[in-house]
Nanobody, 119 residues
Framework: QVQLVESGGGLVQAGGSLRLACAAS????????MGWFRQAPGKERELVSA????????YYRDSVKGRFTISRDNAKNTVYLQMNSLKPEDTAVYYC????????????WGQGTQVTVSS
């Protein structure tokens, strides 16, 4: 059974930092991509960043470039999202997902973790 378990969300002031982690288990993810999505109230879910397990190709949406960094630890089957210089508009539920393509589709999803950035 595939499981993606996120951790690291919380409340932070604008300008602060958080690091999200996604621990993956239940199958071999080599050849897959891992993505971080977010969904704010009243808005659609959007892809924030993604990384391939093999090769390490990455994607960042424009609004987080230079502030967020995605990385992976193959030995721990864990993907991280380091978020710096956080802004109130980064407030959302952040989801980890796994799928065959860097930009999708994504087949497996975590339960989400709340990130709240206060001004």
């Amino acid at each position: 059974q595939v499981q993606l378990v996120e951790s690291g969300g919380g409340l932070v002031q604008a300008g602060g930092s958080l690091r999200l982690a996604c621990a993956a288990s239940g199958r071999t993810f080599s050849g897959y991509a891992m993505g971080w999505f977010r969904q704010a109230p009243g808005k659609e879910r959007e892809l924030v960043s993604a990384i391939r397990w093999s090769g390490g190709s990455t994607y960042y949406r424009d609004s987080v470039k230079g502030r967020f960094t995605i990385s992976r630890d193959n030995a721990k089957n864990t993907v991280y999202l380091q978020m710096n210089s956080l802004k109130p508009e980064d407030t959302a539920v952040y989801y980890c997902a796994a799928g065959p393509g860097l930009l999708g589709p994504y087949d497996y999803w975590g339960q989400g973790t709340q990130v709240t950035v206060s001004s």
